[in-house]
């Protein structure tokens, strides 16, 4: 299969739109992760010593 070069142009400020959506996305996903990570806790707060204990943890992993 032969390559071919790719010379196409992109309509004027496309690039500048796309880095707009990409951090727009990167923050997005930074809450989603950031929340994740707080309802895990959360749950995890919940638990007991023993029940921390049987899953490998203690309270001071939860920090």
């Given at each position: 299969m032969a390559m071919q070069a790719n010379t196409m142009t992109v309509?004027?400020?496309a690039v500048?739109?796309?880095r707009a959506v990409n951090v727009f996305?990167?923050?997005v996903e930074?809450?989603?992760d950031w929340n994740n990570q707080r309802q895990?806790?959360?749950a995890l707060s919940?638990?007991?010593d023993h029940q921390l204990a049987d899953i490998g943890l203690n309270?001071?992993?939860l920090i």
């Open positions: 309509p004027f400020g500048a739109v796309l996305q990167s923050a930074a809450v989603r895990t806790l959360k919940g638990l007991s309270r001071g992993d």
